[in-house]
């Protein structure tokens, strides 16, 4: 399905069609980079997680009751892998200031995960909505492991006409490790971008 270029700097890039989208999937665009958490998960860490939800499940509390059944230690809930157990610092000295202007309104840049250099072929679309996120857990994250994000790998781009207007569901996804280098989440996420008919 070829879509016509239009004149925004929101979405992708105006000079590719879902075809070339499509053409691309299986390919990984994260130009090698990756997103290593910004410390380990510390035990108190995941207590202050747990607290405000009243999560009380004893493998979140105590190492031993953790070993009991067969973890090696107190575990990460899975509600908190994605944030903040996997997360990197928005701000560091050096970094361009998140705040440019005194104005309390301003908009501000995000200075976190970066895709890397290569170039992902979805075309510019005003509008995108987040339709599906798939996460399969694989290994338990426990207190002492410390994360890392890898890959931007497109799975799936399905163009399509809704009454939302023309354009495309485009899956994506990322793998999360630990330092092990076992895999502890499989990430997948779905937007639908599309131009307004």
């Keep these: 399905m070829t879509e016509e270029k239009i004149t925004s700097n929101l979405g992708g890039n105006p000079k590719y069609t879902w075809d070339d989208a ?7 665009f994260s130009g090698g980079s990756e997103q290593v958490a910004e410390e380990v998960i510390e035990h108190a860490s995941v207590m202050r ?47 361009e200031t998140r705040f440019p202007t005194q104005e309390p309104n301003a908009s501000s840049h995000s200075s976190g995960y970066s895709r890397g250099p290569e170039e992902i072929p979805i075309p510019l679309h005003h509008h995108s909505v987040v339709t599906n996120w798939e996460i399969e857990f694989f290994e338990p994250a426990c207190v002492g492991d410390r994360l890392t994000v890898r890959g931007d790998k497109l799975v799936n781009v399905a163009p399509k006409r809704t009454r939302a207007g023309i354009g495309a569901f485009v899956t994506r996804e990322r793998r999360t490790y630990n330092q092990r280098g076992e895999l502890v989440v499989r990430g997948r996420f779905t937007s639908f971008s599309y131009n307004r008919e």
Aim: hydrophobic share 40%; aromatic share 14%.
């Design 49 to 95: 997680f747990c607290e405000p939800w009243e999560i009380s499940n004893p493998i979140y509390w105590s190492e031993q009751a953790a070993k009991q059944l067969g973890y090696r230690g107190v575990v990460a809930p899975i509600s908190s892998i994605r944030y903040p157990f996997s997360a990197t610092g928005k701000w560091r000295p050096g970094v």
């Design 22 to 28: 499509v053409a691309a999937i299986g390919k990984d």
